[in-house]
């Protein structure tokens, strides 16, 4: 996490078990003052003891000034971040978080609100949650787990159905019985303008992108988190990228990312997760046809051609003009 971005000196002010294998990990400010405020489906980046950093998404309300909380689940496949969490980050430890940053904003106006969450995709379906139900917004959720004590925030979401059935619908695909959430038949059963949130693993994303535009949902009513990488990074090299603010042209090299060169060149780059997820590394282009490859940007944004993502996307122009 690079020092562009706003730093929050913060201490860790609970632990809660939520499920199995899922713990939530509460921030407050060290000075105990309010923090930046968030919006639902905002994420923020935790700065890890072996320097590495991660994003993960806020679970709380979005009115809340005066915590964070992030829902991990130690994942034995993951590059090494939530089981460091898990394993030694504890109440009264002290760690640095940088601001929230938004890329899977809720459309809070919209006339309904379709939740698909797989796995530790709750996360920011959750937060989505509770701003509706603050605005008294129309919603439903889908939320798919392998086994039922795997689910997180099961009993605050089991009043929520509680009070109004019908719309908490839970999906445990690995207990006898079990299947897999038949995304088609959901995005299906609902009206035409709803807007649909998906989150969860990659296979579930792309099914569920898939089916969305087979049933010709518009583009802009779709909208997705993606926790991994969806494509490889761009390591092809072989163009040129120019540095406008810092005056300086970089020869990007096979092997070589953008934000390698830029690293290498010493130029002040903020970055956190390196894969295309986080748009933390988000820079403005002035000239020149990126190569596309992160999880942030949607489609329509992605053809604009007037953002990129340097630590995982290219050039498809022999020379790229940042603002940087
Ligand atoms: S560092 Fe996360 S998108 Fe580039």
Not at 177 to 188: E, P, Y
Not at 230 to 257: D, N, T
Request: glycine content about 8%.
């Amino acid at each position: 996490m690079n020092a562009k971005i706003e730093d929050i000196d913060a201490v860790v002010a609970a632990v809660e078990r939520q499920a199995d294998g899922i713990s939530s990990w509460e921030f407050r400010r060290a000075d105990g003052g309010p923090l930046p405020p968030f919006t639902a489906g905002a994420h923020i980046d935790v700065q890890l003891a072996n320097g590495m950093s991660r994003s993960y998404s806020l679970c709380n309300a979005q009115e809340d000034r005066d915590r964070y909380v992030v829902a991990i689940n130690r994942d034995p496949n993951s590059r090494g971040g939530s089981t460091l969490i898990h394993d030694t980050v504890k109440p009264g430890d002290r760690i640095t978080l940088s601001a929230p940053r938004n890329h899977f904003p809720l459309v809070e106006d919209a006339g309904h609100v379709v939740l698909i969450a797989g796995g530790i995709g709750i996360t920011p379906m959750y937060c989505m949650i509770q701003r509706l139900q603050r605005l008294q917004r129309s919603w439903e959720l889908w939320y798919s787990c392998r086994q039922r004590s795997m689910c997180a925030f099961r009993e605050r979401l089991e009043a929520l159905e509680a009070s109004k059935p019908g719309r908490v619908h839970f999906n445990f695909d690995q207990e006898p019985g079990g299947r897999m959430l038949d995304l088609k038949q959901v995005i299906a059963g609902t009206l035409g303008d709803a807007h649909f949130y998906c989150c969860g693993p990659n296979p579930m994303l792309q099914a569920f992108e898939t089916a969305a535009t087979e049933l010709g949902r518009p583009r802009d009513h779709v909208h997705v988190e993606y926790f991994a990488a969806k494509e490889e990074a761009a390591l092809e090299g072989g163009y040129s990228v120019v540095c406008v603010q810092s005056g300086i042209e970089l020869r990007i090299e096979h092997g070589q990312s953008i934000l390698d060169a830029l690293i290498k060149a010493d130029i002040d780059i903020a970055y956190s997760c390196s894969e295309g997820i986080c748009g933390t590394c988000e820079c403005k282009v002035l000239e020149g046809v990126p190569d596309h490859r992160d999880s942030v940007l949607t489609p329509d944004e992605q053809a604009a051609n007037d953002r990129i993502m340097v630590c995982c996307s290219g050039s498809q122009s022999a020379r790229l003009v940042l603002d940087i």
